[in-house]
């Protein structure tokens, strides 16, 4: 008998259909899994069960939890269900909890709504089940605040508070998407040994195919607001014949093609490159202390070589980026770009400068919305101290897959794929040598990625182009770089040939971070 | 929160040394002796330097700054050139009509805000969040002088609920002294009321959409326990600021609004000391009241550390 | 939309009346006609007489033109400076410099524009040009705040960190990204400036610290009534909704502009 029951179930929002006739079951114990790129209605789902959609939002068809009709459920029902028979799980565990409240008492909540007990035993019980999600009370008392813990710990709070009462039913929303690779390795494994021990089913939505086949019983495949294809867990991929769970698959573990590049000379060195920040606010009396980002880095790259530099959030690949654009001051070493130094005298010279550009992650911050794309592609001239021409604007825009007619349009006219080829315009035009790709592809949904994947490999070859190809994502670097380098707590702790270092890690950091990585079965 | 404390009580002591020195020599630069002036034009010289060697005007502008700062610390605040007695008594008599009334004007203003602008949010897009929201603007848009005229007008003369003016005095007893100061008080209130309902709507409806919320109602709790418990807290944050900023604007509009009602408070012993050119009273009112808002600024800093964990230095 | 329609119509209306009385008002506004004195509204005095017998109607349309002036010109010094001040904080954010600026600001929000008044009046007597002075001055922190919040969030963009690529300076930075994107934050802030200008001009020419005699303002009109509203209400009623309507229209516009520039804050309609 299925726990949660879907059936043919439509959401307007506001007159606009969201959900488009979706049905599923998830039986008593079972996992779930609900993969779909942003848009394709698999958080909306999730909200329907728990009816906490936004204003405006109408549901028809029929929902049954456990035998119990949720859409004709009155509210004082609903309440009743929710975080009892139901937890949910949300992405972003930085705003999940409130700022102004101790992680006891918010666990404790759960409880004090469903349970008549006393608020001394909900403490009591919160500070068991934290036990349970591995923060214990010894090391993290029941009286801090959000702010005092780590993205990872605040997630731990989370999933506690929707699993306190023992619910029947987990709904995990893309719940380790803002989590590092290791973070998101443990996570996963916490909340399958809270299911195995419990015995709950899992609605567990994820835009990311690979973390969920491992984990899933069944799939299901939306797009559109509407389920595509639904299958069983591990074998999925052999056994799905929808044209777009194939597309998807193939997405995932795209390899875009590459030729191996001559070693040449080299293009950029940096040489035991040192940057310190003063360590948070200065203190009150006695000297500031300060916290190293880049702490005596050094490495090469050839030109015509592509290199990741991988490593999880707050490790520094920011910072160094920045430092190698000449946009931070540094407080040791030199950072060299074919030949001529990056920093002379604390300033950037333009010479430089003009021999390498960025490109970065979202696709939406990355323009200025009131300039039309000829002015926003063409703004790295300024560092030739000209105008760019038309025609050079038109080469920029053609290269990237776009047209001509284009740079007369302004950026919020394209999508985020489009406007990631227009950052990429923009870093061409000069002819650079050198691109800094600073998670380019980190915020695109994996059919997009892919497209863009194959267009940098194809701009390397045509161009002869460097890449520094920065990303907290291994599979990408992998499929991308010929060379990489593992980066933790401002150092390089390891490099090596990307195939090697991936298929024969030798440092155990590397080993840790490359074991979390959640893989494709087949892939 | 003690390192907080510390450093807020630092710049605390910077504003208001800064504040005085702007104070006092801008006052300083005014053409005109004030000794001549309180003697009339028909005063011998030598009774004029006399009279100036007993203000103390013959001093340094560096000397007499440090003699009044030093007198403001000590709670002297000088001698009057046109009472010839010591301003902190002049003050203190027009201070207990001030002072509470910006006090009556203030809790007025919050006793109103904060159920109209919780009312409203948690019924946002309805008539009567609209209607609410549309007398608000009213109430933004009334010069509170005038409000206090028509209140005057309606309550006073007409109706006669109230006496269109003047203050008996707090020997009069509490509630016939509280009365005398409700129209003024209700026509400082409203203005801010309105302002203060708005940020207030508009701080919870921002909270009430962040994922806490949502995470909350996914424990189970109903849309008013959610509220209560996580919302209001939240959106009292901003709602602190504006209430630090309304003091000085009560203030303010204090002594317009004792001009309405021939109330005998500091704005009255302003204006008088102007024309009268008595610039050691208008100092220290204008040094008063700074010292008052910077002073209310300073402890709604402290009470964002009493509301927000944050703020009370990491562990 | 409807508010900012209603809000556009009072603020043209009450602009279109200053402007015709430079050309034409009903009576000299400064005419007296003691015969005629404290006369209700009539035909012949839509607005009714005043306690020295002028046309209440032409005076408020003159005294929307020194209301109107000074708004604007305060707003201007607002804006003037509180603007590159606020660009400038958020280029050096955490220098010494934004420290100071803003130090400066948390000060000067000490002094309410009547305090900052007051002083000036002691000091140089009063007149419009001290009233424009104080309010204005009133109005830099309030501007520099407002744009270095903004600019501060902007300046974390990646736009502003691809121009810093293409070797812009700060400067140039301030001026090509920043500012075009904080303008309309800055209407919205100097409609809403431009009214409290207009109460606060009214505030202190009631209590004779600004416009001074024979200029006509509203806040005057008021006070000259003050001790005659019991024997003919229409004397402070009129000047008073004239205040009313004028910073009414201009919060209304504010709002919806806001509201048209920024659909995320528009709540009414969820």
């Known amino acids: 008998m299925s726990l949660l029951r879907i059936d043919n179930l439509d959401l307007d929002i506001y007159g606009t259909p969201i959900l488009k006739g979706v049905s599923l079951e998830i039986g008593q114990g079972e996992i779930h899994g609900i993969i779909g790129e942003s848009g394709s209605g698999k958080s909306m789902t999730a909200l329907s069960v728990m009816q906490l959609l936004p204003e405006g939002s109408q549901c028809r068809g029929a929902v049954h939890l456990d035998g119990v009709s949720v859409l004709e459920a009155d509210e004082a029902a609903l309440c009743a269900m929710r975080g009892d028979a139901v937890g949910m799980v949300f992405q972003e565990p930085m705003t999940a909890l409130n700022p102004l409240q101790t992680i006891g008492a918010q666990v404790a909540e759960t409880i004090l709504i469903h349970q008549d007990v006393s608020r001394s035993e909900a403490l009591a019980r919160a500070a068991k089940v934290l036990r349970r999600c591995e923060l214990p009370p010894e090391q993290f008392p029941l009286s801090r605040y959000p702010h005092e813990l780590s993205g990872g710990q605040r997630q731990r709070v989370v999933i506690a508070m929707a699993i306190a009462l023992r619910p029947k039913l987990l709904i995990a929303d893309e719940p380790t998407t803002a989590l590092d690779v290791t973070t998101q390795a443990d996570i996963l494994r916490l909340i399958q040994q809270l299911v195995r021990e419990d015995g709950m089913s899992v609605m567990f939505i994820t835009h990311d195919l690979a973390v969920v086949t491992g984990l899933a019983d069944r799939i299901s495949i939306m797009r559109h607001g509407a389920v595509v294809e639904q299958g069983g867990g591990a074998s999925l991929h052999h056994k799905m014949q929808h044209p777009y769970t194939k597309s998807l698959f193939a997405a995932s573990s795209h390899q875009p093609e590459r030729a191996v590049p001559a070693p040449d000379a080299p293009l950029l060195k940096v040489e035991g490159l040192v940057r310190s920040y003063p360590a948070g606010r200065r203190s009150l009396f006695g000297t500031a202390k300060r916290v190293l980002a880049v702490d005596d880095v050094s490495f090469e790259i050839q030109k015509g070589e592509s290199v990741g530099l991988v490593g999880e959030s707050g490790c520094g690949k920011s910072t160094l980026t920045r430092a190698i654009l000449g946009l931070e001051a540094t407080q040791a070493g030199r950072i060299y770009l074919g030949g001529d130094e990056v920093l002379s005298g604390g300033q950037a010279s333009a010479d430089v400068r003009r021999k390498m550009q960025v490109v970065f992650q979202d696709p939406y911050g990355s323009f200025n919305p009131r300039h039309k794309v000829d002015r926003l592609v063409s703004e790295p001239f300024h560092l030739l101290g000209r105008k760019a021409t038309a025609a050079e604007i038109d080469e920029a825009l053609v290269s990237v897959g776009l047209t001509p007619a284009d740079k007369h349009k302004y950026i919020h006219e394209f999508s985020g794929g489009q406007r990631q080829r227009i950052a990429i315009a923009r870093a061409l035009i000069i002819k650079p040598e050198l691109i800094i790709l600073d998670e380019a592809v980190s915020a695109l949904d994996v059919s997009i990625r892919a497209q863009i994947l194959d267009l940098l490999a194809d701009l390397s070859e045509r161009y002869g182009l460097t890449y520094l190809f920065i990303s907290h994502d291994l599979s990408v670097v992998r499929s991308i770089t010929d060379r990489v380098l593992v980066m933790k707590q401002g150092r390089i702790v390891d490099q090596g040939p990307s195939e090697a270092l991936f298929s024969n890690p030798q440092h155990p950091y590397t080993k840790s971070l490359i074991e979390a990585v959640p893989v494709l079965p087949g892939a | ?315 | 939309m409807r508010n900012l329609v209603l809000g556009l119509c009072l603020t043209v209306l009450f602009v279109l009346g200053a402007l015709v009385s430079f050309v034409w008002t009903p009576y000299d506004h400064a005419a007296l006609e003691i015969a005629n004195k404290l006369k209700p509204p009539s035909l012949a005095h839509w607005f009714g007489t005043d306690h020295l017998g002028r046309d209440i109607l032409s005076m408020i349309m003159v005294g929307a033109r020194t209301s109107i002036a000074v708004a604007i010109v305060a707003v201007g010094i607002g804006i003037g400076l509180g603007v590159p001040l606020g660009l400038l904080a958020a280029a050096k954010s955490g220098s010494l410099l934004d420290e100071v600026i803003m130090r400066s600001n948390d000060l000067i929000f000490a002094f309410p524009s009547l305090l900052i008044a007051i002083m000036i009046t002691a000091v140089f007597g009063p007149s419009a040009v001290n009233a424009i002075i104080a309010i204005g001055i009133f109005n830099i922190p309030v501007f520099a705040r407002v744009t270095r919040g903004a600019a501060l969030s902007l300046w974390t963009r990646d736009y502003v960190l691809a121009a810093r690529v293409a070797g812009k300076g700060a400067l140039r930075i301030s001026v090509e990204h920043i500012l075009p994107n904080v303008t309309n934050l800055l209407i919205v802030q100097g409609t809403i400036q431009f009214s409290l200008g207009i109460l606060a001009e009214a505030a202190l020419s009631y209590v004779g610290l600004g416009a001074q005699p024979p200029t006509p303002s509203w806040g005057r009109m008021l006070a000259d009534s003050q001790t005659l509203f019991m024997l003919a209400p229409h004397i402070t009623l009129f000047p008073g909704f004239a205040i009313l309507l004028t910073v009414l229209g201009l919060n209304l516009a504010g709002d919806g502009l806001r509201d048209l520039i920024d659909p995320k804050l528009r709540r009414g309609a969820r």
Do not use: C
Not at chain 2, 237 to 243: E, G, K, S, Y
């Open chain 2, 1 to 315: 929160m003690l390192r907080y404390t510390v450093l807020r009580t630092g710049s605390l002591l910077i504003s208001l040394i800064v504040a005085s020195l702007v104070i006092f020599f801008t006052l300083e630069v005014v053409p005109g002796d004030p000794a001549s002036f309180m003697l009339g034009i028909n005063a011998q010289p030598e009774t004029i330097a006399a009279l100036r060697e007993e203000l103390g005007l013959n001093l340094s502008p560096w000397a007499r700054y440090v003699g009044w700062v030093t007198g403001l610390v000590q709670g002297d605040l000088g001698v009057s050139y046109t009472y010839r007695t010591p301003v902190a008594e002049i003050v203190a008599e027009r201070l207990v009509i001030s002072l509470p009334l910006a006090g009556y004007a203030l809790a007025l203003t919050i006793l109103i805000a904060f159920p109209v602008g919780i009312w409203a949010a948690t019924r946002r897009g309805s008539v009567a969040d609209i209607s609410v929201m549309g007398a608000t603007q009213l109430g933004i848009a009334i010069p509170n002088f005038w409000f206090a005229m028509l209140m005057v007008l309606v309550f006073a003369i007409n109706l006669r609920w109230f006496s269109a003016g003047g203050f008996p005095g707090w020997d009069e007893g509490f509630w016939v002294s509280k009365k005398a100061l409700t129209l003024p008080a209700i026509s400082l209130a409203l203005p801010q009321a309105s302002i203060l309902a708005r940020v207030m709507r508009s701080s919870l409806l921002d909270t009430l959409d962040q994922d806490y919320i949502r995470t909350a109602r996914a424990k189970g709790l109903t849309k008013g326990q959610a509220l209560r418990g996580h919302a209001l807290r939240n959106a009292l944050i901003p709602v602190l600021t504006i209430i630090g900023l309304q003091f000085s604007f009560l203030l303010a509009g204090a002594i317009i609004i004792e001009n309405v009602f021939f109330l005998p408070g500091l704005g009255r012993l302003v204006f008088q000391a102007i024309s009268q050119r008595d610039l050691i009273v208008v100092e220290s009112v204008v040094m008063l009241l700074v010292f008052a808002v910077i002073m209310v600024n300073f402890l709604v800093d402290l009470a964002y550390s009493w509301v927000d964990p944050r703020l009370r230095g990491r562990r």
